[in-house]
């Protein structure tokens, strides 16, 4: 087959060296939040990004997991996604594999909270896109949030020593409001590990973990978990959202959100920007405030010109569907550059 030769080829080359000369690759933010798609109750997030939406309006557990029982993107095509970024000149994926909320989009037998067990769909999306990643030559990346689950009373975040954006709080003080109880390594240990195990075991080559908002892990934990991914995949790169202390290992630096710097950068090392193509990176139904393909093109050619991959990000609806704007501005940006 010409993608299994395609696929043994890019897998033939180092992670670290096919990083620095990807330059590009599609993100990929899909969750439970994509079904309130930024409203909630008849209000509006506004600006706010989608896939903080329970903590923005504060939604218990026991009304949130119901969202699970009607998750069913019956227009989920895993080869469309990787076509389109193919089409779009991409060079690997990262999806989200469990964000704050807690869902898993992959079947974790650690956690019954994951698409197959608690949804209607019953289909494991990330083997999905896995399998068709490695048939067709993408490399697979992946995204786990390692620290935030607001599913658990005792993840990360409490400690925090700000808030987010629009006052949002990086954990859930409002189904479990007494910090002094909570014990992050009880989580740690009982689910995040035991899933990124999961994640690196059951799904093929993993070409990076994108971990992030590492807020309450431990110095040692980080450490811990930069080991763990490299003793079941030593190519498997990780990048710098793993951990908040000096020391922690890391392969590749991970920028602020949509940050675009000026400085050029040492091309011995390895940096990415991930950005979005609107405001939101889940799926907001009436966030139209899409970037030109020009701009695209512009800020792809800058951070490339310093040594930096550009990371943009799509959200698919609830049906599973990549937005049409989305789509047509990644490929018109593929265009342009290849006038």
């Not at 390692?146 to 658990?152: I, K, N, V, Y």
């Not at 070409?207 to 978990?225: A, G, Y």
């Not at 079941?232 to 949509?258: A, H, M, W």
């Not at 943009?312 to 490929?331: A, K, Q, T, W």
């Amino acid at each position: 087959m010409l993608y299994d030769c395609v696929y043994g080829e890019i897998n033939k080359m180092n992670n670290k060296e096919y990083f620095k000369n990807a330059k590009y690759g599609m993100m990929i933010h899909f969750g439970l939040y994509s079904i309130l798609a930024g409203e909630y109750k008849g209000k509006r997030m506004g600006t706010t990004i989608g896939e903080w939406i329970q903590s923005y309006f504060r939604i218990p557990n026991k009304e949130y997991e119901q969202l699970a029982k009607v998750f069913n993107p019956i227009c989920f095509n895993a080869d469309e996604w990787v076509d389109l970024a193919l089409k779009a000149g991409m060079k690997y994926m990262v999806v989200t594999t469990k964000h704050h909320e807690g869902f898993a989009l992959f079947h974790s037998k650690v956690d019954k909270f994951n698409v197959v067990d608690a949804t209607p769909f019953k289909r494991d999306i990330i083997k999905e896109l896995a399998d068709a990643c490695h048939r067709k030559g993408l490399k697979f990346g992946i995204y786990y949030s390692q620290a935030l689950d607001w599913h658990e009373e005792n993840a990360g975040g409490w400690d925090a020593s700000e808030l987010n954006v629009d006052n949002m709080h990086w954990g859930n003080d409002w189904d479990f409001p007494d910090n002094s109880k909570k014990d992050y390594k009880e989580v740690f240990e009982r689910k995040i590990k035991p899933q990124v195990i999961e994640l690196l075991t059951n799904y093929g080559d993993i070409f990076s973990i994108w971990f992030d908002t590492p807020w309450t892990i431990s110095k040692e934990q980080s450490i811990e978990l930069y080991n763990l991914v490299k003793k079941y995949q030593p190519n498997c790169l990780v990048n710098s959202r793993i951990g908040l202390f000096e020391g922690i290992k890391f392969d590749y630096t991970s920028f602020g959100d949509n940050e675009i710097p000026e400085e050029y950068k040492n091309g011995e090392l390895l940096f990415e920007s991930a950005c979005t193509l609107n405001d939101t990176w889940g799926y907001k139904s009436y966030d139209q405030n899409w970037k030109s393909p020009e701009e695209i093109l512009k800020n792809k050619k800058h951070l490339n010109e310093r040594n930096i991959n550009y990371l943009l990000n799509v959200g698919p609806d609830y049906l599973g569907r990549i937005p049409g704007p989305c789509i047509d501005i990644l490929l018109k940006v593929k265009e342009l550059e290849d006038k």
